[in-house]
């Protein structure tokens, strides 16, 4: 088979209510875009537990048929599983007239539907990768399942050694995250509308940060490296977008101590939809993912790196996991030691008093979103890879 349109694949997977990209939301929309992209006809299932109460809704948009399941977020946990029912509902009614099964690989909610039906009616199956997070139970269970699905995507190269290591898994490959470039571009009029309304003057240098607030988040190094480098360059502000998502995780106002005015030198965005994000981040100057070194993290290959490359501004990430198979230090953006405030300093300082060098260094990064990490440029790895399947 040469090309794939017209196939039809039913996907099965996790969205946040509030459509933030966090908990794999972006990787999940980016690949029913792909497919979309490679005209194939999708069968959408998703849930969510972030709902306002149960609700089922049916809609149709394009060559895409979408379920979207949810539940109340006040539910309690051993109750939310239950939603895994009505998902294999219309994973069973959809999987039938399907070419092809795809889910993502991190919750059971969404890849035993998938497999399940995927063996009932004899398709191919794929599974998505993402994170090793939630791995941590059910390890019988995720082994049969790696070992009887057709593919599976990886997006890191530490995901797809430990999916074959791990799980005896012999059909994974590397598949980044990657993202619609169109949208995430740098805009001069909306950089300008966005700064007025945020209240960031013309002199100021904005350090921005999108994400959800946690320890191996290293939000806590950034704040230490802020502190500091305020005190050199006074107009330098800190502006923070998201929410506190998961349990044990504290308010980003504990972070903050009597040296940093929440109101004078951070500024403080709500979690936004996925598609209004790179407006937010137009309005910043310098973009930081400073993440600690952590089991987590060695395995993770934040999408929030390729956003920022992309936006062709100097991005500052920490060396850990998929960022480095991401980014080329000082060539296309900034690697620093993981939870080391110093090096995060230092990095930060340089792009301040180099600008010339620094702005070169981040229009590397936008080439390379567009050449490694675009829509396009992964075409053909998904297309290669369906291809070989026994469809």
Not at 146 to 172: H, P, R, T, W
Not at 210 to 235: D, Q, R, Y
Not at 273 to 294: G, H, M, Q, R, T
Request: proline share 3%; charged share 25%; hydrophobic share 40%.
């Amino acid at each position: 088979m040469d090309k794939l349109e017209n196939l039809k694949i039913t996907c099965i997977g996790q969205l946040l209510g509030d459509g933030s990209g966090v908990g794999g939301g972006a990787r999940f929309k980016n690949m029913i875009n792909l497919f979309n992209d490679l005209g194939m006809e999708v069968n959408l299932i998703y849930f969510s537990f972030w709902g306002e109460k149960f609700n089922i809704k049916h809609e149709k948009k394009d060559k895409m048929k979408i379920t979207s399941i949810q539940v109340s977020k006040g539910l309690p946990k051993f109750l939310k599983v239950f939603i895994i029912f009505p998902v294999l509902i219309y994973s069973l009614k959809y999987s039938r007239k399907s070419d092809i099964m795809f889910s993502d690989f991190i919750t059971e909610i969404a890849y035993v539907p998938s497999v399940l039906m995927g063996k009932l009616f004899n398709k191919p199956i794929i599974l998505d990768y993402i994170d090793r997070n939630f791995f941590k139970y059910n390890v019988f269970l995720r082994k049969i399942a790696a070992q009887n699905v057709d593919l599976v995507y990886a997006i890191s190269y530490f995901l797809k050694n430990n999916v074959e290591k791990e799980y005896g898994c012999n059909n994974a490959i590397y598949l980044p995250n990657f993202i619609d470039i169109n949208l995430f571009k740098s805009d001069k009029s909306i950089r300008e509308t966005k700064r007025k309304e945020l209240g960031i003057k013309d002199d100021e240098i904005v350090i921005g940060y999108a994400g959800s607030v946690g320890h191996n988040e290293g939000f806590h190094i950034l704040i230490e490296a802020f502190k500091n480098l305020k005190v050199k360059f006074p107009k330098l502000k800190l502006a923070f977008m998201g929410k506190v998502y998961f349990d044990g995780e504290t308010d980003i106002k504990n972070f903050l101590d009597d040296d940093i005015s929440l109101d004078k030198d951070v500024i403080l965005i709500s979690s936004q939809p996925y598609e209004n994000v790179p407006s937010y981040l137009s309005a910043f100057d310098i973009l930081c993912c400073p993440k600690i070194d952590s089991e987590l993290n060695r395995a993770a290959n934040p999408v929030k790196v390729v956003e920022y490359i992309s936006m062709g501004l100097p991005t500052v990430c920490s060396s850990v996991g998929g960022i480095v198979d991401t980014i080329q230090d000082c060539d296309d953006g900034f690697l620093i030691t993981p939870g080391d405030v110093k090096s995060l300093e230092k990095r930060i300082e340089w792009i301040l008093l180099n600008p010339n060098e620094a702005n070169i260094i981040a229009k590397n990064g936008r080439k390379s979103a567009e050449e490694k990490f675009s829509y396009n440029a992964l075409k053909k790895t998904v297309t290669d890879s369906i291809t070989k399947l026994n469809i």
